[in-house]
């Protein structure tokens, strides 16, 4: 070939040394490793769940409520309401805040000092431990109503949906081509109802992952609800009294010394992936057809 | 359908709008986008309702901090500085010192970084350079997967499956072979700090690799050719073409991983077991500053200790935020592009 000629000097059939060879052999070798390494835990994780829960999970499970420290039988009925009620209580604060804010920062706020400012703010909240968020609902609601409550537990994983939201909310309004909102714009269609009906609606798939991302992080939160929900044995639904969650649950009879309690942490812990993976996947399911699609 | 017409299809740039969706718009539904309310006053309300959701994150952010400040303000007050290099925590007597937290949630982080880092590397070499084209998106889901587990589901994990596990055949072995080091010494519990350090890893694998990931594909695919044309092997080819390049946002994901094993609270505690000590073997137990603060938060009788365990989040707070910052930092040098290197 013409080109190999003009190489002041010609390597190409030189032949590559054994220890390059074997170096790049062992290699590969230590990737595909890792990647069996990291596999590894998370098939034990997903196959003891599965092999200690399913076991556990019965009626009684779903519908009741905790029996005293060694009677066997009971459920986690009023924890698994518990987490639902907490939850919505911070889906209705977080998830407005958090499109609000995402709205600002795409439609009014792109490439501003302020707009940068929050951008840059959100994520130093998405990084604050979960734990921190809880000492703050705990000064903020529980010391001012006097005892624990859902409202405390709502609020602390409502501040923690509101930077995810926010980021992706922002990120998926930035993909409607800005020829769409001229469009509205040149009918005469005000910027806030193009913003609204126009804009965000486009964006809706995008907005609603975002939404369930953040509701998928927060609803196996543990440590901001220890005290601000602070647990309880009984039902609940009063806003001021303190709630049980499913994840406290799991945490307080996983280092109980009781088998039966043991046995239903798993099941407990069981109830929890699934609640997550099927909230997000309903969630998916009617993002991706209909009403709610927007034009991707 | 008219809703779907008023989309837009999804590719930036400046694409024409398809004249159908307008078409398909009915003149009244326009009709009533447009006669909605005295427009220019609704638009400033709603202008200002966004403003307000905007300024809420900053709001949040400083509340954070004010309720940090004040409330650990008491315990400042009585220990100063001092309060970080003391290692007598006595409720009791009011006497307050946070080293053996400090030392666990540094040793803890340290030892989940030593074990996640080549691991999550290796990771994301094997995905983004060396696996079939088809296994790219499974992988990668995966170990994503990995990262949506609570963590209070790592914890029961660990308490009964890793805990056992390490007692019966991994702290014998290393007890055996390693003890000389003083590392691996004493009665193995199972719980303690190396049970902590490893589920900590397990946890912290999935941040990493992926932004490693995403730092390595952004290097051009010119820089590999151009390696693979001087005739490099592919681990040669990773090395000098690819993993050099995006040394600082591998740095970045590394450090991110710091912050959320330095925060990290419910798994550690579920295993760490909880005891204020500092000892030099990693089978000890021990303790962390976000475990100390979820165990005796909602039992702390009194003014003072109370306000240690704030002090205690609060330092947790300013570490946290300055790791992630840097993190933030460096993954931006490389994924926005340095001059040099974006258009190589």
């Keep these: 070939m013409p080109e190999k000629t003009m190489l002041p000097a010609d390597f190409s059939d030189a032949p590559i040394s054994l220890w390059r060879r074997g170096l790049n052999f062992v290699v590969s070798l230590a990737a595909i490793g890792a990647v069996v390494l990291v596999l590894l835990p998370l098939g034990a994780v997903f196959g003891y769940l599965l092999y200690k829960g399913i076991g556990s999970i019965n009626w009684a499970f779903l519908t009741q409520i905790p029996k005293p420290p060694g009677e066997s039988g009971g459920g986690m009925a009023n924890a698994i309401a518990g987490s639902v009620y907490i939850l919505l209580i911070a889906s209705c604060m977080g998830v407005p805040l958090g499109i609000g804010a995402g709205i600002y920062l795409s439609e009014y706020g792109r490439g501003t000092r302020f707009g940068n400012l929050i951008r840059f703010t959100a994520d130093v909240l998405n990084g604050v431990p979960s734990i921190i968020v809880g000492i703050v609902a705990y000064g903020l609601v529980v010391l001012s109503q006097g005892h624990f409550s859902a409202l405390a537990g709502g609020v602390a994983l409502a501040i923690m949906m509101v930077p995810t939201i926010t980021r992706t909310t922002e990120e998926m309004l930035l993909l409607v081509p800005q020829a769409v909102r001229e469009a509205a714009y040149g009918l005469g269609v005000s910027k806030w109802r193009t913003t609204l009906s126009i804009t965000l609606r486009t964006a809706t798939s995008g907005v609603i992952t975002g939404v369930m991302l953040a509701f998928a992080r927060v609803a196996g939160e543990t440590a901001p609800l220890l005290f601000t929900a602070f647990g309880n044995q009984y039902w609940n639904w009063k806003l001021e009294q303190p709630t049980a969650a499913l994840s406290l649950q799991i945490f307080t009879y996983a280092i109980s010394p009781f088998d039966e309690w043991h046995r239903q942490a798993w099941a407990g812990a069981l109830i929890l992936i699934i609640l997550i993976v099927a909230s997000v996947g309903a969630v998916r399911l009617v993002a991706n057809r209909g009403m709610l699609k927007g034009a991707n | ?344």
């Design chain 2, 1 to 344: 359908m008219a809703n779907r017409a008023l989309g837009a299809p999804r590719l930036t740039g400046p694409q024409p709008v398809p004249e159908q969706a307008v078409a398909a718009g009915s003149a009244a539904q326009v009709q009533s986008l447009i006669n909605v309310g005295d427009s220019r006053r609704a638009d400033a309300v709603f202008f200002y309702a966004m403003l307000a959701c905007g300024c809420s994150v900053l709001a949040l952010v400083g509340l954070i901090v004010y309720e940090l400040i004040t409330k650990s303000s008491l315990s400042w007050h009585a220990f100063g500085w001092k309060f970080f290099f003391q290692s007598d925590w006595d409720p009791v007597n009011d006497q307050f010192g946070a080293l053996p937290f400090v030392y666990g949630t540094i040793v803890s982080s340290i030892l989940a970084l030593l074990i996640a880092v080549p691991l999550a590397i290796g990771v994301a070499v094997y995905v983004t350079e060396m696996s079939p084209r088809w296994l790219r998106g499974p992988l990668a889901f995966t170990t994503e997967l990995l990262a949506a587990i609570p963590s209070v589901i790592y914890g029961l994990w660990a308490i009964f499956v890793l805990v056992p596990l390490l007692r019966q055949y991994v702290q014998p072995w290393l007890a055996k072979y390693l003890g000389w080091t003083g590392l691996f010494e004493g009665p193995p519990y199972g719980i303690g700090m190396l049970a902590a350090g490893i589920i900590l890893a397990i946890m912290v694998v999935p941040i990493i690799s992926s932004i490693t990931r995403e730092v390595m594909t952004a290097v051009p695919q010119q820089q590999r050719e151009a390696v693979l044309a001087l005739g490099a092997t592919r681990w040669e080819m990773i090395r000098t073409g690819v993993l050099r390049n995006a040394r600082a946002g591998i740095m970045g994901g590394i450090i991110l991983g710091l912050g959320r094993a330095l925060g990290e609270t419910m798994a550690v505690t579920m295993v760490i077991g909880n005891r204020p000590e500092i000892a030099k073997s990693l089978f000890a137990p021990g303790y962390t500053m976000a475990s100390v603060i979820a165990n005796e938060f909602s039992e702390a009788t009194g003014n003072v200790y109370l306000s240690a365990l704030v002090e205690v989040g609060l330092a947790l707070f300013i570490v946290t935020i300055i790791v992630n910052i840097l993190a933030q930092l460096l993954v931006w040098t490389v994924t926005r592009g340095t001059p040099a290197r974006s258009h190589a």
